[in-house]
């Protein structure tokens, strides 16, 4: 699977390129900043995906989406605009995204575009997300004796609820007593969970989109950042949203 990316803002194709990386599944084919040498390349190549931005000189996103369409498998428009949206859709465009957008909302909207690999994507993440030979805990289940075993590649929402804890997974709920303080230790190194209130622990990788300051995962669970744990999830944050420079 290949891409093409296309915008006249050098630091939109960078951090679109950055953000493809969690993507692995597509190969960034080449990017472009003048819109014309796009059209050319793309009028001898074919691609399976083409993100590009509207407000471009000389050629305008939409013209240059038109003048390519049979070479595109899909078409993505990236732009601060909404006055194309129906231009865009008029070219049977694919996706129409407004700058800034979050690396979940691009990833969403790839995952809808390209399911196949986005299973393998998300296999990939399965394998990898805790960076850590040590991928599951054991904890003793509220009712009864029994140990539980929670895989921590499958973990999107650790809350505290007053004298026990409840660990939603992605196709289950455990509940158990200890302190979220107690497991908070046993995820200690653990790089993709991290504190955002005082009741929640959350994994990075089930983040479905951020809106102001809060967070809606995969599940559905939707989480205010607490006003202490703002400045580490906003560094977080940083490192992994697009940057748009100034449009002339």
């Not at 471009?56 to 078409?75: C, T, Y």
């Not at 921590?152 to 509940?175: C, G, M, P, T």
């Not at 504190?195 to 300051?213: A, D, L, P, T, W």
């Amino acid at each position: 699977m290949t891409c093409i990316i296309v915008d006249d803002d050098p630091n939109a194709v960078e951090g679109l390129v950055s953000y493809m990386k969690s993507f692995p599944g597509m190969e960034i084919k080449d990017t472009f900043t003048n819109p014309v040498a796009a059209m050319a390349y793309l009028q001898q190549h074919r691609t399976n995906l083409l993100l590009l931005d509207v407000d471009m000189p000389k050629v305008n996103g939409i013209e240059l989406a038109g003048s390519v369409r049979s070479q595109v498998d899909k078409i993505v428009f990236t732009t601060a605009h909404t006055k194309y949206a129906f231009e865009a859709f008029e070219i049977q465009a694919d996706a129409y995204l407004l700058k800034p957008f979050s690396l979940a909302k691009l990833l969403s909207t790839l995952h809808r575009l390209f399911p196949q690999e986005a299973q393998i994507e998300k296999n990939n993440i399965a394998d990898t997300v805790t960076g850590s030979e040590e991928d599951f805990i054991f904890v003793k289940a509220k009712q009864g004796s029994k140990l539980v075993k929670v895989k921590l590649k499958e973990l999107v929402v650790i809350e505290s609820k007053n004298n026990y804890v409840e660990l939603q997974a992605l196709d289950r709920q455990v509940i158990t007593y200890m302190s979220l303080s107690e497991l908070a230790k046993k995820l200690n190194g653990q790089p993709d969970f991290i504190q955002v209130q005082r009741s929640f622990i959350i994994n990075k990788h089930y983040i479905e989109y951020v809106e102001g300051n809060t967070l809606v995962m995969v599940s559905g669970a939707k989480i205010t950042v607490g006003e202490m744990y703002r400045p580490a999830f906003q560094s977080f944050l940083e490192e992994r949203i697009i940057k748009m420079g100034k449009k002339r």
